[in-house]
């Protein structure tokens, strides 16, 4: 394992100049085509850096507009929406939500071999897939095809599926990405997700033609799998932490404990704290992100000022600092304790489980 410090800061984009540059009407229009209007965002919003609250105020500013800022701000309330999922349902990376996957027909530790190689033959989802290994990062209506092939055409899990992706998304979020994935398989919707070549190539911006998906939607629904996903690939993903820091020297101010969730330079900004960001092996067990997903993170935090790197289990480190004043910011994954201070929802008047993502987002329409 590598000392925490021989990370290097990220300083690619910075989320104040990419807030700045927010379209949010060309978001709108073209955000489901690969070469449309995103914001980049995501992965900034996913670590805790900014929140889904923070870019609904800088772009309401003096007011809000339905015509100009819903499609948006419904695309960033899907997040808390998942994140309130997420309470309700802490098992959810696991456990089918609503129902059981429709079109099971395989081990559920196994994953296609051609997803995990790019080699499906569906030109766009194929460089997609080296995208992501190169960028850690995989549009959002790529990675809707993606599930479906490999759990309606191919018959795969949703849990080894999302848990490949989830490995290697610099803006992997569990919530998200697990709700996502059940979603497109019909484990928490009422239907599976289905897209034909003629769909990928109109958003994509490809002309295939001749592939497996080429063909009507009737005939998709039917299909048996396509020799192209007939050859398994047993999913092994690990993540190696770095080695940390060990526990504080001194323990003279209150502590304020990071995560991987929370990255915020600004939180508690000017306040005399040790600043802690907490790895815990057990969470990395059971998320793991690959080296390069690691990297961005520890980049991230080395921008929050004098941040000490605790490498264990909470537990351990309470036990390691008996007279900490602990306080965190709440995440469903995550059960510390000390004092939790709330995450900065969009809307934090409407709360629990609710079905479908219309029924909150009519609720949080009060609100605006």
């Known amino acids: 394992m590598q000392n925490w410090k021989t990370f290097r800061p990220s300083h690619d984009l910075h989320p104040d100049h990419l807030l700045d540059e927010i379209d949010v009407v060309q978001y709108g229009r073209t955000r489901n085509f690969l070469q449309g209007s995103v914001t980049a965002l995501s992965p900034y919003i996913s670590r805790g850096i900014i929140s889904t609250r923070m870019v609904m105020e800088r772009v309401i500013g003096g007011g809000y507009n339905p015509y100009r800022h819903e499609k948006f701000l419904q695309q960033l309330a899907w997040r808390d929406y998942f994140q309130r999922v997420l309470q309700s349902k802490p098992d959810l990376d696991r456990v089918p939500i609503k129902q059981p996957q429709l079109s099971l027909r395989n081990d559920i530790h196994v994953i296609p071999t051609a997803i995990v190689h790019g080699s499906t033959g569906v030109v766009a989802i194929d460089q997609a897939i080296q995208q992501l290994y190169t960028d850690g990062w995989m549009h959002n209506h790529v990675r809707m095809y993606v599930a479906s092939l490999v759990t309606n055409i191919g018959g795969y899990s949703w849990q080894t599926g999302g848990r490949w992706m989830y490995y290697h998304l610099l803006d992997a979020d569990i919530a998200s990405n697990y709700c996502s994935w059940q979603w497109i ?81 600004k939180w508690h900004q000017g306040k005399d704290m040790h600043r802690v960001l907490l790895l815990e092996p057990s969470h990395f067990d059971a998320f793991p992100v690959s080296e390069k997903v690691l990297a961005w993170v520890m980049g991230q935090a080395a921008l929050i000022p004098e941040i000490h790197v605790y490498v264990g289990e909470f537990s351990q480190f309470v036990k390691d600092h008996p007279r900490a004043d602990i306080v965190y910011k709440e995440h469903p994954i995550f059960n510390y304790h000390g004092t939790m201070e709330s995450r900065d929802w969009m809307f934090p008047e409407v709360t629990g489980y609710f079905p479908s993502f219309f029924g909150y987002w009519k609720r949080c329409q009060k609100y605006l």
């Open 185 to 265: 398989s019909g484990a928490f919707s009422s239907k599976r997700y289905l897209a034909n070549q003629d769909n990928i190539n109109k958003y994509s911006g490809s002309r295939q033609s001749g592939s497996f998906l080429d063909t009507s939607y009737e005939t998709l629904e039917l299909m048996d799998v396509p020799p192209v996903f007939q050859d398994n690939y047993s999913l092994d993903v690990k993540t190696s932490l770095p080695e940390g820091d060990g526990p504080l020297k001194e323990l003279n101010y209150p502590v304020a404990l990071y995560n991987m969730y929370n990255l915020d330079p």
